[in-house]
């Protein structure tokens, strides 16, 4: 298997710009998650879906993100408008029932994201 | 506070010492715990997990827990350059599984440096 696959790898962009970051999970997965990653807080669990629905929101950091999951392949992290203090390392992750019960994710290799 | 304290280093050590890794918490209530590896512009990897108090071993690898004093270690013995990464702990308070998906608690890394 491919792993989890994440896009773009880099994106630098400009304040006020819309930002879309997308991620393809582990076939068979029904587990999907998004982090991000700073120096200042470390890895923060944002959202995570389950058979493609959101099942817990609470660390969006707030209405500028938004994140879907169309179908059991593919899952997209907004960000609109962006502001710097947005820029970080976003991660997807996702799992099985069956690999959770080690606490095991799956990470992509993350999309570096600088608003200047 | 923060719930996971790790010490962010860098740490550096001379290929073949024997590294020391740890985690503080504050929430008696986690049971689960975990280590991951995060090899520099990748995602983190699992390295090893552990339930309750006592040492568990794997290779040159060694995860001890002490819930007593909420403290958590990662010892690696012999280190080699491949080695050098960061390495985060995390934590759920139950079964990742259990009422529902437990969200992993992450500390914020250390960076391990084994040079040669």
């Known amino acids: 298997d491919a792993g989890v696959i994440q896009s773009p790898r880099h994106e630098v962009t400009e304040m006020g710009q819309e930002v879309t970051l997308r991620c393809k999970p582990i076939?068979?997965?029904?587990?999907l998650f998004w982090y991000r990653q700073t120096m200042m807080r470390g890895l923060e669990l944002l959202i995570y879906?389950?058979?493609?629905?959101?099942?817990?929101d609470s660390g969006m950091p707030e209405d500028r993100f938004s994140a879907k999951m169309p179908n059991a392949s593919f899952s997209t992290l907004k960000i609109q408008p962006s502001e710097p203090r947005d820029s970080a390392v976003y991660f997807c992750?996702?799992?099985?029932?069956?690999?959770?019960?080690?606490?095991?994710?799956?990470f992509g290799e993350g999309s570096r994201l600088t608003v200047l | 506070q923060k719930e996971v304290e790790q010490d962010p280093g860098p740490l550096s050590v001379p290929e073949g010492a024997i590294v020391s890794l740890n985690c503080t918490y504050s929430?008696?209530?986690?049971?689960?715990f975990m280590w991951y590896r995060q090899y520099s512009r990748k995602g983190p990897e699992l390295l090893m997990y552990?339930?309750?108090?006592g040492n568990k071993e794997d290779g040159r690898f060694t995860a001890q827990v002490d819930k007593s004093s909420k403290y958590i270690s990662l010892f690696i013995r012999d280190s080699q350059p491949s080695d050098s990464a960061t390495y985060l702990c995390?934590?759920?308070?139950?079964?990742?599984?259990?009422?529902?998906?437990?969200?992993?608690?992450f500390g914020a890394g250390t960076r391990l440096a084994v040079h040669p």
């Open positions: 992750a996702s799992n099985t029932d069956r690999d959770l019960n080690t606490g095991e994710l799956f």
């Open positions: 076939s068979g997965h029904d587990y």
């Open positions: 879906f389950n058979n493609n629905v959101p099942i817990d």
């Open positions: 929430n008696s209530a986690f049971q689960y």
């Open positions: 552990t339930y309750s108090s």
């Open positions: 995390a934590m759920t308070p139950g079964h990742p599984l259990s009422g529902g998906y437990n969200k992993l608690i």
